[in-house]
Nanobody, 122 residues
Framework: QMQLVESGGGLAQAGGSLRLSCAPS????????MGWFRQAPGKEREFVAAIRWGFGTTYYADSVKGRFTISRDKAENMGYLQMSNLRVEDAGLYYC???????????????WGQGTQVTISS
C-alpha cells in the first residue's frame, strides 16, 4: 500500500508558475514510475507527465511540453511538477500517481493521491 499526498496547488495568473509536490508514504523503488494527471470539471483525467524513479527519464503530454518540468528527489523521496507559463486550460485537479510501468492512462498507475487544485486567472 502507498499513500500519496499532493501539495502546492492554488491560484495563479496566466503566464505565471506553480510548483506541485508529491509525498509518498513509503520509499519508491528505482523501478517505480511517478505520474501526474489532471482533471478539469466535466472532462476525463488526462496525463500530464511522468518520471522513472531510477534513471529519471521523463515523459510529457504535448500540451505541457516545454512549460512543465517533472522531477524527483530520490534522497527526500519527493516528486515535483514545476509548471510555468500557465494557461487557463491548465486549470484542474492535479493528481500524483505511482505505478510500476510507464503509461499515459490512469489504469497504468496503482496508487493515487487526493489531488491538489490549480486555478488559473486570465
Amino acid at each position: 500500500q502507498m499513500q500519496l499526498v499532493e501539495s502546492g496547488g492554488g491560484l495563479a495568473q496566466a503566464g505565471g508558475s506553480l510548483r506541485l509536490s508529491c509525498a509518498p508514504s513509503r520509499r519508491i523503488y528505482s523501478s517505480g514510475i511517478m505520474g501526474w494527471f489532471r482533471q478539469a470539471p466535466g472532462k476525463e483525467r488526462e496525463f500530464v507527465a511522468a518520471i522513472r524513479w531510477g534513471f529519471g527519464t521523463t515523459y510529457y503530454a504535448d500540451s505541457v511540453k516545454g512549460r512543465f518540468t517533472i522531477s524527483r528527489d530520490k534522497a527526500e523521496n519527493m516528486g515535483y511538477l514545476q509548471m510555468s507559463n500557465l494557461r487557463v486550460e491548465d486549470a484542474g485537479l492535479y493528481y500524483c500517481a505511482h505505478g510500476t510501468s510507464y503509461g499515459t492512462t490512469p489504469t497504468s498507475y496503482s496508487y493515487w493521491g487526493q489531488g491538489t487544485q490549480v486555478t488559473i486567472s486570465s
